[in-house]
């Protein structure tokens, strides 16, 4: 059977573009990208939320390949991110192979074919290979509070921004305190009429060394791309070099942490004058069990007249506002849901029912058995597929270093297969087991072990209390061994 592409690539995120890039280096053209989306950029076309911006330096925020000079500041804004995604669409010729607004149901591989059927809304796709590069932070989630649908006000999540409706002047409850919580409350206060901010878990936050980048430094980086590459270099090494002894060696050296966590607490007095409004945004977890992030207005927020920090919690949604446990009611004309995604349970991991080998469907089959996958990207009962972005996949400083290192990783499969004449490739189960068992026993030493990560309610737990979120090594080695995995941790069948 003559499949209708060699490959489809779910997703026209960074991944799924950083795939069809490196395809079409290689010379493929036989590929289609789909997106239910309208445009390209993934997460980055979704969160348009005021104040969405990167959270780690801009210079390392970009492909290796593509520097971009038009980064306006350090840490970029959102917009700034989406043009980028649409330049390397445009600069790359991606945009034949793009099929946008394709909604993709569920995919099943014809073990009798050694095709997988992609099912999509507007009828069925067959490919020989199939790529989920839809990211792990994907699918919005609503808060599991009672009384929401009842509601009359306003609801917006901060991954569904709704630009058509003004708060100006309302009273707003903003559910959730994590990265996107802290970017969006600093731009509603002031802008609102009174804000109520509905807090479980504090954050972590660090002081954002933030700025513009001159025009002249720009131009500079228009002008010769080598300078910028070295400062991605530098500023990626540097991330790299805190994330890895901070992330994956914890266990050696906590006192790092211990000392960042001081930092955190000296930023938070420096913005926060009065102690008991400290001790609510102070955690009781140890940095590095959730998501921390960088603000330099986000706790000087709650010091205004027009903003509660509300740590009671929330009992039910009322058809007007928010009732907390200790009976209290605030009204609301606007709830803001700052709730965050679904990520590693059924539907999320991967986004959609993806049916392997003997009716095996991986999300379930993961649910039920533990995540687990061979280099984060691949696993023996999903023949012809990799997932970006997978279980144990995210390590390092930059989302473009993993991302780039699956790509390599999954192109360097994909030319073998051609070079074998290959019809299906599954990856052994018994370098997946290894892996896997390896990058649980690396976990044990990491900044996830520590006890009080049992209080953090991080979503990089799943419910076997597993973090496989991260990958437990240096971005450097994840590098190295995307050139340099065994083939033949792969087994090939010609037909
Ligand atoms: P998140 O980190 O999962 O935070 C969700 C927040 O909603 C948490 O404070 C959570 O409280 C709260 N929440 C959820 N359900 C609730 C309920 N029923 N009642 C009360 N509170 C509830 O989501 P996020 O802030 O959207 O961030 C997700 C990820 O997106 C980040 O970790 C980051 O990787 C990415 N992100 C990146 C950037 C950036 O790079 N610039 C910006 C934003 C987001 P609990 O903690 O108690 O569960």
């Given at each position: 059977m003559r499949p209708d592409h060699e490959v489809i690539i779910v997703g026209a995120g960074f991944?799924?573009?950083?795939?069809?890039?490196?395809?079409?280096?290689?010379?493929?053209?036989?590929?289609?990208?789909?997106?239910?989306?309208?445009?390209?950029?993934?997460?980055?076309?979704?969160?348009?939320y005021p104040g969405v911006a990167v959270d780690i330096p801009s210079t390392t925020y970009s492909y290796s390949f593509e520097p971009n000079p038009n980064w306006t500041r350090a840490f970029a804004p959102g917009q700034e991110v989406r043009a980028y995604a649409e330049h390397c669409a445009d600069k790359y010729r991606l945009r034949p192979h793009l099929r946008l607004g394709t909604q993709v149901e569920r995919a099943?591989?014809?073990?009798?074919?050694?095709?997988?059927?992609?099912?999509?809304?507007?009828?069925?796709?067959?490919?020989?290979?199939?790529?989920?590069?839809?990211?792990?932070?994907d699918q919005p989630k609503a808060p599991d509070i009672p009384g929401l649908d009842g509601y009359t006000g306003k609801v917006v999540h901060t991954a569904r921004w709704d630009h058509g409706h003004d708060v100006t002047g309302e009273r707003v409850a903003v559910i959730g305190t994590g990265a996107s919580g802290l970017q969006v409350i600093p731009e509603l206060a002031g802008r609102a009429g009174h804000l109520d901010v509905y807090q479980r878990t504090p954050i972590w936050v660090l002081p954002k060394?933030?700025?513009?980048?001159?025009?002249?430094?720009?131009?500079?980086?228009?002008?010769?791309?080598?300078?910028?590459?070295?400062?991605?270099?530098?500023t990626t090494a540097a991330s790299e070099v805190i994330m890895v002894l901070g992330i994956v060696h914890y266990s050696k050296v906590p006192f790092l942490v211990r000392i960042t966590e001081a930092l955190c607490r000296a930023h938070l007095r420096h913005q926060v004058p009065d102690r008991a409004l400290r001790r609510e945004l102070t955690p009781r977890y140890g940095f590095g069990c959730k998501r921390p992030s960088f603000s330099n207005r986000y706790f000087r927020t709650f010091t205004r007249p027009d903003v509660e920090l509300v740590t009671a919690g929330i009992e039910r949604v009322t058809e007007k506002g928010v009732r907390t446990a200790d009976g209290r009611e605030r009204a609301a004309d606007t709830i803001v849901l700052a709730t965050g995604f679904r990520t590693l349970e059924i539907g999320a991991m991967p986004a959609f029912p993806v049916t392997g080998r003997g009716g095996v469907e991986l999300g379930a089959h993961w649910d039920e058995h533990r995540y687990q996958t061979y280099e984060g990207l691949a696993s023996p009962e999903a023949p012809n597929f990799w997932l970006m972005n997978g279980p144990y996949t995210v390590t390092g400083a930059s989302w473009f270093s993993i991302i780039e290192a699956g790509a390599t990783h999954i192109v360097r499969c994909l030319g073998e297969a051609r070079r074998r004449g290959a019809v299906r490739m599954t990856v052994r189960r018994g370098p997946h087991d290894a892996f896997t068992a390896e990058m649980r026993r690396r976990m044990k030493g990491t900044i996830l072990a520590q006890p009080s990560c049992s209080r953090s309610n991080s979503y990089y737990f799943d419910r076997h209390g597993d973090s496989p979120y991260v990958r437990p090594q240096s971005g450097l080695h994840v590098w190295r061994r995307s050139r340099t995995f065994d083939l033949d941790d792969y087994e090939f069948i010609a037909r």
């Open positions: 991944s799924g573009l950083c795939v069809g890039i490196r395809l079409r280096e290689k010379g493929a053209r036989d590929f289609v990208i789909l997106d239910a989306a309208p445009s390209v950029g993934g997460v980055w076309r979704h969160n348009t099943v591989f014809d073990e009798a074919h050694d095709v997988w059927r992609v099912h999509t809304g507007g009828g069925e796709l067959t490919a020989r290979f199939l790529i989920c590069a839809v990211g792990p932070l060394i933030d700025f513009r980048i001159p025009v002249g430094v720009r131009l500079a980086f228009r002008l010769v791309p080598p300078l910028q590459s070295l400062l991605r270099l530098i």
